[in-house]
């Protein structure tokens, strides 16, 4: 699995695309901080809330990256976060079900493209491991200790990706503004 800073990274990204379509959050000044990034990088992180399951039984490997490393329980948790929070905040649930299920799955991804055995994309239908053919990403491996040196190839790789991914965004950023001009000065 990537680093949790990976998927906070990943939460980001999904926090910045969205933004614009949440008006209800308010920004105020230098103190302010972003509620609805909390939100978002949070669901980026909950489908290795398993783990906890594992840390505490001692056996790890048993619990994490199951059944909460699917494509159903990332809609279930979808539709739940989406009913909380668009009553909550006053926002559009349909808003919420596709951004709380992109953070969600945007999880599973990263571990999809993670060397190792897999996730379950398809339970409760199939307790099939399915993991990318090309993989990115090393991976934490806890039972190797903290301070291994291969978690500095997992940090590099994640590194390498996230800039990428920064690259792409402000292409895509710079061209929907020069649309949204180019449109705005023909309709004059």
């Known amino acids: ?34 509620r609805n990034f909390l939100i978002i990088g949070s669901l980026s992180l909950l489908a290795d ?18 059944l909460t490393h699917s494509l159903i329980f990332g809609l279930l948790a979808a539709l739940m976060s ?9 926002s559009s649930f349909f808003q919420w079900l596709m951004v709380a299920f992109l953070a969600y799955e945007s999880h599973v991804f990263l571990d999809y493209l993670t060397f190792g055995r897999g996730v379950m994309l398809f339970w409760p239908f199939s ?27 997992t940090f590099v790789t994640e590194i390498v990706f996230f800039l990428l991914l920064y690259i792409l965004y402000n292409l895509f950023y710079r061209l929907r503004h020069k649309f949204t001009r180019w449109m705005t000065d023909d309709s004059d």
């Open 49 to 66: 809330l398993d783990s906890v399951v594992g840390i505490v039984s001692g056996q790890f490997g048993r619990y994490h990256n199951n």
């Open 127 to 153: 307790t099939a491991r399915f993991g990318s053919p090309i993989k990115i990403f090393y991976g934490l491996h806890w039972s190797e200790g903290w301070t291994s040196v291969r978690h500095v190839w």
């Open 82 to 90: 989406a009913i909380v929070l668009g009553w909550g905040q006053q």
């Open 1 to 34: 699995m990537p680093s949790p800073l990976s998927h906070i990274v990943m939460g980001y990204v999904i926090y910045r695309i969205s933004d614009d379509y949440f008006s209800s959050e308010k920004k105020r000044g230098i103190w302010y901080f972003p």
